[in-house]
């Protein structure tokens, strides 16, 4: 029997932090039936049946593959734990050796406490492209929203990625490494959209990174970037800079229109779902993504991704 949709979203929605598992099994199945029981799913922790928006904090956390992501995350986890906020990390950068290789050092994992109930951490398949979304990973960080303090996204790429990201996470966060200049010109060029905040890492590097965070300070200002952070943290033991990315995204996640950006989210993901299920075809039917998207924002603005993906598949007469 395919697990409930409607009682996982309940599980969730009275914080049930341990029916995170059968979720993340439930947005991945292809099962027959289990269609119907993942729209139940983000219908039962939609704003419409929590009564606001989900409380949890979706962070998409992004860069070039050896920037240093993973050894990141395992200090960022347990800067969060020590707040005692309880953290879901979707892992769409598997961290494969294979990704890696000589040039870019042996690729970390996330390590936390395994015994700690409040942290939960799963790797999931790509959406195809590198650092795609795949609508598992969007329909798992809607969910979890409803129940974890924090919810990561983790995914590889620069110059396409955080766009996606963005269209799923209230605050992206872009991980450089020091002399990472391919950021800093996508940056001043233009093709990277601005992150809410910047991590350079490996601080321990010493001044290769300081200039790193004075290049990346500087293409900022001339962008007139001002409320993006510059963050510098090494994740070798003694790790430092972590109080100040907590920080630096708790700022950001408090000057946020929260209501206005998961509205967005939800438009884009539904648009994206629909665009992953019915392909060309599927957004030529509606007359291309303009009008999707013109048809999504006279919707009532409590639906959820399932609800709205739905009206466009009405819409399309697929
Ligand atoms: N010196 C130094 N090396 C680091 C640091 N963080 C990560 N690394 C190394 O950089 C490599 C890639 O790190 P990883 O976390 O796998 O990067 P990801 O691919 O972005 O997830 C590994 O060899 C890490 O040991 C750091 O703060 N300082
Ligand atoms: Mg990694």
Do not use: C, Y
């Amino acid at each position: 029997m395919p697990a409930s949709g409607d009682e996982l979203g309940r599980r969730l929605r009275d914080g049930d932090l341990a029916a995170a598992p059968a979720v993340l099994n439930l947005v991945e199945s292809r099962a027959p039936g289990h269609k119907a029981q993942i729209d139940a799913l983000l219908h039962a922790v939609s704003p419409a049946a929590l009564g606001r928006e989900a409380p949890g904090h979706v962070v998409g956390v992004t860069g070039p593959p050896g920037a240093g992501k993973s050894s990141l995350l395992s200090e960022l986890v347990r800067a969060w734990r020590a707040l005692a906020r309880s953290v879901a990390v979707l892992a769409v950068d598997p961290s494969s050796k294979r990704s890696g290789g000589a040039l870019l050092g042996d690729r970390a994992r996330i390590v936390v406490d395994s015994a700690d109930g409040a942290v939960f951490i799963r790797s999931m398949a790509t959406g195809g492209r590198l650092g795609g979304l795949a609508p598992a990973t969007r329909a798992a960080a809607h969910a979890l929203a409803a129940a974890f303090d924090v919810v990561v996204i983790e995914t590889v790429g620069v110059g396409q990625s955080e766009t996606e990201i963005a269209e799923v996470a209230d605050s992206v966060a872009v991980v450089v490494q020091p002399g990472g200049g391919d950021v800093l010109q996508f940056l001043k060029s233009g093709i990277m959209e601005i992150p809410d905040v910047l991590v350079v890492t490996k601080a321990d590097l010493g001044q290769v990174a300081q200039r790193s965070r004075r290049d990346l300070n500087a293409a900022l200002r001339s962008l007139g970037a001002r409320d993006t952070k510059v963050v510098a943290v090494s994740s070798l033991a003694p790790p430092s800079g972590f109080d100040e990315l907590v920080a630096a995204l708790d700022e950001h996640r408090s000057s946020l229109d929260i209501r206005a950006r998961r509205l967005t989210a939800r438009r884009a993901s539904a648009l994206a779902d629909f665009a992953a299920e019915h392909g060309e075809r599927g957004l030529r039917a509606l007359g291309g993504q303009r009008p999707a998207l013109k048809l999504l924002a006279e919707q009532d603005a409590t639906l959820d991704v399932a609800a709205l993906t739905r009206l466009l598949e009405e819409a399309a007469g697929s």
